[in-house]
Protein backbone atom coordinates (compact mmCIF):
# COMPACT_ATOMS: atom_id res chain seq x y z
CA UNK A 1 0.00 0.00 0.00
CA UNK A 2 2.71 1.93 0.60
CA UNK A 3 4.65 1.74 -2.95
CA UNK A 4 0.75 2.53 -4.51
CA UNK A 5 0.68 5.59 -1.89
CA UNK A 6 3.81 6.73 -3.38
CA UNK A 7 3.17 5.90 -7.19
CA UNK A 8 -0.44 7.61 -6.75
CA UNK A 9 1.38 10.60 -5.03
CA UNK A 10 4.01 11.08 -7.99
CA UNK A 11 1.42 10.21 -10.81
CA UNK A 12 -0.31 13.74 -9.65
CA UNK A 13 2.53 15.97 -9.54
CA UNK A 14 3.60 14.59 -12.89
CA UNK A 15 0.38 15.53 -14.08
CA UNK A 16 0.04 18.71 -12.99
CA UNK A 17 3.91 19.51 -13.25
CA UNK A 18 3.31 18.74 -17.28
CA UNK A 19 0.65 22.38 -17.07
CA UNK A 20 3.16 24.21 -15.10
CA UNK A 21 5.94 24.99 -17.66
CA UNK A 22 2.95 26.03 -20.55
CA UNK A 23 1.02 28.17 -17.92
CA UNK A 24 4.08 29.77 -16.91
CA UNK A 25 5.35 30.74 -20.20
CA UNK A 26 2.12 32.01 -20.92
CA UNK A 27 2.51 34.39 -17.75
CA UNK A 28 6.08 35.12 -18.58
CA UNK A 29 4.91 36.71 -21.75
CA UNK A 30 1.71 38.25 -20.96
CA UNK A 31 3.79 40.43 -18.44
CA UNK A 32 6.67 40.71 -20.32
CA UNK A 33 9.20 40.23 -17.02
CA UNK A 34 10.57 37.58 -18.76
CA UNK A 35 11.45 33.65 -18.72
CA UNK A 36 14.44 34.22 -16.69
CA UNK A 37 12.78 35.91 -13.70
CA UNK A 38 9.77 34.10 -13.94
CA UNK A 39 11.72 30.81 -13.61
CA UNK A 40 13.16 31.56 -11.01
CA UNK A 41 10.67 33.30 -9.16
CA UNK A 42 7.18 32.24 -10.03
CA UNK A 43 7.77 28.51 -11.50
CA UNK A 44 10.56 27.81 -8.81
CA UNK A 45 8.03 28.59 -5.95
CA UNK A 46 5.39 26.36 -7.50
CA UNK A 47 7.43 23.57 -8.51
CA UNK A 48 9.27 23.69 -5.53
CA UNK A 49 5.83 23.82 -3.16
CA UNK A 50 6.10 19.82 -2.21
CA UNK A 51 9.56 20.67 -0.83
CA UNK A 52 8.05 23.11 1.24
CA UNK A 53 4.87 20.99 2.34
CA UNK A 54 6.98 17.79 2.59
CA UNK A 55 8.96 19.51 4.44
CA UNK A 56 6.63 21.07 7.15
CA UNK A 57 4.49 18.33 7.78
CA UNK A 58 7.62 16.36 8.39
CA UNK A 59 8.74 18.35 11.12
CA UNK A 60 4.82 19.05 12.55
CA UNK A 61 2.89 16.19 11.92
CA UNK A 62 5.23 13.23 11.32
CA UNK A 63 8.37 14.01 13.44
CA UNK A 64 10.88 12.49 10.71
CA UNK A 65 12.95 15.72 10.13
CA UNK A 66 15.71 13.55 8.19
CA UNK A 67 13.11 13.61 5.40
CA UNK A 68 12.91 17.31 5.76
CA UNK A 69 16.26 17.60 5.65
CA UNK A 70 17.02 14.79 2.88
CA UNK A 71 13.93 16.08 0.98
CA UNK A 72 15.27 19.59 0.67
CA UNK A 73 19.28 18.44 0.41
CA UNK A 74 18.18 16.06 -1.85
CA UNK A 75 16.09 17.83 -4.06
CA UNK A 76 18.88 20.34 -4.55
CA UNK A 77 21.83 17.97 -5.77
CA UNK A 78 18.89 16.12 -8.67
CA UNK A 79 17.42 19.46 -9.32
CA UNK A 80 21.21 20.47 -10.98
CA UNK A 81 20.95 16.45 -12.55
CA UNK A 82 18.04 17.63 -14.50
CA UNK A 83 20.46 19.69 -16.10
CA UNK A 84 22.41 17.31 -17.46
CA UNK A 85 18.99 15.70 -18.49
CA UNK A 86 17.83 18.79 -20.28
CA UNK A 87 21.47 18.84 -22.20
CA UNK A 88 21.16 15.10 -23.75
CA UNK A 89 17.98 16.58 -25.39
CA UNK A 90 19.28 19.99 -26.01
CA UNK A 91 20.20 19.41 -29.88
CA UNK A 92 22.90 20.52 -31.59
CA UNK A 93 24.69 22.77 -29.30
CA UNK A 94 24.83 22.56 -25.40
CA UNK A 95 21.62 23.95 -23.58
CA UNK A 96 24.37 26.20 -21.85
CA UNK A 97 25.46 28.15 -25.33
CA UNK A 98 21.76 29.47 -25.54
CA UNK A 99 21.02 30.17 -21.49
CA UNK A 100 20.98 33.34 -20.64
CA UNK A 101 24.13 34.51 -18.45
CA UNK A 102 22.08 35.98 -15.41
CA UNK A 103 21.59 32.41 -14.40
CA UNK A 104 25.19 33.11 -13.19
CA UNK A 105 23.81 35.41 -10.47
CA UNK A 106 20.89 32.86 -9.18
CA UNK A 107 23.47 29.94 -9.07
CA UNK A 108 25.96 31.84 -7.15
CA UNK A 109 23.46 32.33 -4.60
CA UNK A 110 22.24 28.98 -4.49
CA UNK A 111 26.33 28.02 -3.59
CA UNK A 112 26.08 30.60 -1.02
CA UNK A 113 23.24 28.94 0.74
CA UNK A 114 24.23 25.69 0.78
CA UNK A 115 27.81 27.18 1.62
CA UNK A 116 25.58 28.11 4.76
CA UNK A 117 24.14 24.95 5.25
CA UNK A 118 27.48 23.09 5.12
CA UNK A 119 28.77 25.54 7.85
CA UNK A 120 25.68 24.82 9.75
CA UNK A 121 26.35 21.55 9.91
CA UNK A 122 29.81 22.13 10.99
CA UNK A 123 29.64 24.80 13.44
CA UNK A 124 26.25 23.83 15.00
CA UNK A 125 27.57 22.42 18.76
CA UNK A 126 29.83 25.79 19.10
CA UNK A 127 27.26 28.84 17.95
CA UNK A 128 24.60 29.08 20.10
CA UNK A 129 21.06 28.85 18.80
CA UNK A 130 18.27 31.83 18.99
CA UNK A 131 15.58 29.74 21.15
CA UNK A 132 14.71 27.15 19.14
CA UNK A 133 16.06 28.29 15.74
CA UNK A 134 19.47 27.82 14.51
CA UNK A 135 21.19 31.04 13.78
CA UNK A 136 22.06 29.85 10.14
CA UNK A 137 17.94 30.17 9.58
CA UNK A 138 18.10 33.99 9.87
CA UNK A 139 21.00 33.78 7.29
CA UNK A 140 18.57 31.92 5.08
CA UNK A 141 15.59 34.36 5.45
CA UNK A 142 17.83 37.29 4.68
CA UNK A 143 20.16 35.72 1.68
CA UNK A 144 16.56 34.66 0.24
CA UNK A 145 15.07 38.09 0.27
CA UNK A 146 18.30 39.71 -1.00
CA UNK A 147 18.54 37.23 -3.85
CA UNK A 148 14.97 37.62 -5.31
CA UNK A 149 15.30 41.98 -5.00
CA UNK A 150 19.41 41.52 -6.41
CA UNK A 151 17.85 39.54 -9.16
CA UNK A 152 14.63 41.17 -10.19
CA UNK A 153 16.81 44.07 -10.30
CA UNK A 154 19.46 42.61 -12.87
CA UNK A 155 16.00 41.64 -14.92
CA UNK A 156 14.81 45.09 -15.33
CA UNK A 157 18.12 46.02 -16.86
CA UNK A 158 17.61 43.90 -19.32
CA UNK A 159 13.71 45.07 -19.73
CA UNK A 160 14.28 46.13 -23.36
CA UNK A 161 15.53 42.37 -24.07
CA UNK A 162 12.67 40.91 -22.62
CA UNK A 163 10.34 43.56 -24.23
CA UNK A 164 11.63 42.34 -28.35
CA UNK A 165 11.65 39.27 -27.01
CA UNK A 166 7.79 39.10 -26.13
CA UNK A 167 6.97 41.24 -29.94
CA UNK A 168 9.05 38.33 -31.72
CA UNK A 169 7.54 35.32 -29.83
CA UNK A 170 3.68 36.18 -28.65
CA UNK A 171 2.63 32.50 -29.21
CA UNK A 172 -0.12 32.55 -26.50
CA UNK A 173 -2.56 35.44 -27.89
CA UNK A 174 -5.70 32.91 -27.38
CA UNK A 175 -5.20 32.83 -24.17
CA UNK A 176 -5.61 35.50 -21.19
CA UNK A 177 -3.28 36.07 -18.38
CA UNK A 178 -6.22 35.78 -16.26
CA UNK A 179 -7.37 32.32 -17.65
CA UNK A 180 -3.48 31.28 -17.36
CA UNK A 181 -3.30 32.45 -13.40
CA UNK A 182 -6.47 30.55 -12.78
CA UNK A 183 -5.12 27.00 -14.41
CA UNK A 184 -1.85 27.44 -12.95
CA UNK A 185 -3.24 28.03 -9.38
CA UNK A 186 -5.17 24.83 -10.05
CA UNK A 187 -2.08 22.59 -10.86
CA UNK A 188 -0.05 24.07 -7.94
CA UNK A 189 -3.09 22.83 -5.81
CA UNK A 190 -3.32 19.45 -7.09
CA UNK A 191 0.95 19.34 -6.17
CA UNK A 192 0.45 20.37 -3.08
CA UNK A 193 -2.27 18.12 -2.17
CA UNK A 194 -0.17 15.17 -3.55
CA UNK A 195 2.46 16.14 -1.52
CA UNK A 196 1.22 15.83 1.89
CA UNK A 197 1.23 12.13 2.29
CA UNK A 198 4.75 11.94 1.07
CA UNK A 199 6.55 12.20 4.58
CA UNK A 200 4.34 9.27 6.25
CA UNK A 201 4.97 7.03 2.97
CA UNK A 202 8.46 7.81 3.12
CA UNK A 203 8.77 7.26 6.88
CA UNK A 204 7.49 3.81 5.89
CA UNK A 205 9.24 2.98 3.00
CA UNK A 206 12.39 3.80 5.02
CA UNK A 207 11.33 0.89 7.69
CA UNK A 208 10.49 -1.33 5.11
CA UNK A 209 13.16 -1.06 3.10
CA UNK A 210 16.01 -0.97 5.75
CA UNK A 211 17.42 2.02 3.80
CA UNK A 212 16.97 4.25 6.96
CA UNK A 213 15.45 7.54 6.50
CA UNK A 214 18.36 10.00 5.55
CA UNK A 215 19.17 7.81 2.48
CA UNK A 216 15.06 7.61 1.89
CA UNK A 217 14.95 11.49 1.92
CA UNK A 218 18.28 12.25 0.06
CA UNK A 219 17.08 9.91 -2.96
CA UNK A 220 13.38 8.88 -3.03
CA UNK A 221 11.38 11.47 -1.72
CA UNK A 222 13.98 14.07 -3.35
CA UNK A 223 13.36 12.18 -6.63
CA UNK A 224 9.57 12.57 -6.40
CA UNK A 225 9.15 16.13 -4.99
CA UNK A 226 11.51 16.93 -7.67
CA UNK A 227 9.34 15.59 -10.57
CA UNK A 228 7.68 19.16 -10.91
CA UNK A 229 10.91 20.80 -11.83
CA UNK A 230 11.90 17.86 -14.29
CA UNK A 231 8.43 17.78 -15.95
CA UNK A 232 8.51 21.34 -16.23
CA UNK A 233 11.86 21.61 -17.50
CA UNK A 234 11.31 19.51 -20.34
CA UNK A 235 8.37 21.10 -21.40
CA UNK A 236 9.94 24.02 -21.21
CA UNK A 237 12.93 22.96 -23.09
CA UNK A 238 10.67 20.92 -25.38
CA UNK A 239 8.72 24.55 -26.43
CA UNK A 240 11.96 26.75 -26.72
CA UNK A 241 12.34 28.50 -23.24
CA UNK A 242 15.68 27.21 -22.22
CA UNK A 243 15.71 30.33 -19.84
CA UNK A 244 12.65 29.05 -18.25
CA UNK A 245 13.70 25.45 -17.74
CA UNK A 246 17.06 26.87 -16.64
CA UNK A 247 15.65 29.36 -14.32
CA UNK A 248 12.98 27.09 -12.09
CA UNK A 249 16.29 24.59 -11.58
CA UNK A 250 18.21 27.21 -10.07
CA UNK A 251 15.32 29.33 -8.32
CA UNK A 252 14.17 25.84 -6.82
CA UNK A 253 17.51 25.47 -5.14
CA UNK A 254 17.44 29.06 -3.57
CA UNK A 255 13.77 28.47 -2.65
CA UNK A 256 14.39 25.04 -1.13
CA UNK A 257 16.98 26.64 1.09
CA UNK A 258 14.25 29.05 2.06
CA UNK A 259 12.50 26.24 2.45
CA UNK A 260 14.86 24.61 5.50
CA UNK A 261 14.36 27.66 7.26
CA UNK A 262 11.09 27.37 7.46
CA UNK A 263 11.24 23.80 8.36
CA UNK A 264 13.55 25.36 11.54
CA UNK A 265 10.76 27.52 12.51
CA UNK A 266 8.03 24.95 12.82
CA UNK A 267 10.54 22.56 14.14
CA UNK A 268 10.09 23.36 18.26
CA UNK A 269 11.66 21.13 19.44
CA UNK A 270 15.43 23.20 18.54
CA UNK A 271 17.80 24.00 15.54
CA UNK A 272 16.94 21.55 12.99
CA UNK A 273 20.36 20.67 12.00
CA UNK A 274 20.97 19.72 15.21
CA UNK A 275 18.58 16.83 14.99
CA UNK A 276 19.48 15.68 11.68
CA UNK A 277 21.63 13.05 10.67
CA UNK A 278 25.32 14.60 9.69
CA UNK A 279 25.54 12.73 6.82
CA UNK A 280 23.06 15.39 4.97
CA UNK A 281 26.52 17.46 4.78
CA UNK A 282 27.37 15.50 2.21
CA UNK A 283 24.18 16.50 -0.08
CA UNK A 284 25.28 19.55 0.42
CA UNK A 285 28.46 19.89 -0.51
CA UNK A 286 27.70 17.47 -3.88
CA UNK A 287 25.19 20.29 -4.71
CA UNK A 288 27.79 22.81 -4.29
CA UNK A 289 30.33 21.14 -6.75
CA UNK A 290 27.52 20.36 -9.00
CA UNK A 291 26.05 23.76 -8.89
CA UNK A 292 30.06 25.05 -9.43
CA UNK A 293 30.68 22.67 -12.45
CA UNK A 294 27.17 23.99 -14.23
CA UNK A 295 28.19 27.67 -13.54
CA UNK A 296 31.84 26.78 -15.62
CA UNK A 297 29.59 25.33 -17.93
CA UNK A 298 27.78 28.69 -18.59
CA UNK A 299 30.48 30.75 -19.11
CA UNK A 300 32.62 28.34 -21.16
CA UNK A 301 29.68 28.13 -23.58
CA UNK A 302 31.08 25.18 -25.01
CA UNK A 303 29.86 24.90 -28.99
CA UNK A 304 29.64 21.38 -29.59
CA UNK A 305 28.99 18.00 -27.26
CA UNK A 306 31.82 15.29 -28.03
CA UNK A 307 29.13 12.94 -26.57
CA UNK A 308 25.57 13.00 -26.06
CA UNK A 309 26.30 15.64 -23.19
CA UNK A 310 28.65 18.29 -22.92
CA UNK A 311 31.84 17.88 -20.28
CA UNK A 312 29.87 19.93 -17.90
CA UNK A 313 26.52 17.41 -18.28
CA UNK A 314 29.16 14.71 -17.92
CA UNK A 315 30.72 15.99 -14.92
CA UNK A 316 27.50 16.51 -12.63
CA UNK A 317 26.04 13.13 -13.43
CA UNK A 318 29.90 11.69 -11.92
CA UNK A 319 29.27 13.54 -8.92
CA UNK A 320 25.68 12.75 -8.34
CA UNK A 321 26.95 9.00 -8.93
CA UNK A 322 29.36 9.48 -6.51
CA UNK A 323 27.13 11.04 -4.26
CA UNK A 324 24.02 8.33 -4.31
CA UNK A 325 27.03 5.92 -3.50
CA UNK A 326 28.13 7.85 -0.43
CA UNK A 327 24.82 8.25 0.91
CA UNK A 328 23.96 4.56 0.35
CA UNK A 329 27.59 3.53 1.83
CA UNK A 330 26.88 5.41 5.03
CA UNK A 331 22.67 4.93 5.51
Same mark, same amino acid.
Do not use: Q
Given at each position: MLWIGFFICTALIVFSGTKLS????????????????IGVVLMASVTSLPELVTGISSVTFAGVPDIAAGDVLGSCVFNILILAF?????????ISTKAHHGHLLSAAFGILLLTIVSAGFILEKKISPLGSVGLYTIFFIAIYFIAMKLLYSYEKKQLAAFRKEREEELQYKEISTKKAVL????????VIIAAIFLPKIGEGLAEITGLGQTF??? &???AMSTSLPEIVVSVAA????????? &??????????NIFILALDDL?? &??GPLLSYVNPNHLLSAMSAIIMTSIAMIGLV???????????????? &??????LNLLFLYKLR
Open positions: KYGDIIAEKTGLGRTWLDAMHRPMPFYCLNAFVVGN &ILIVRIGSVDLA &IGNIFGSNIFFF &IKYRAEKKRLIMAWDSLG &IVAVYI
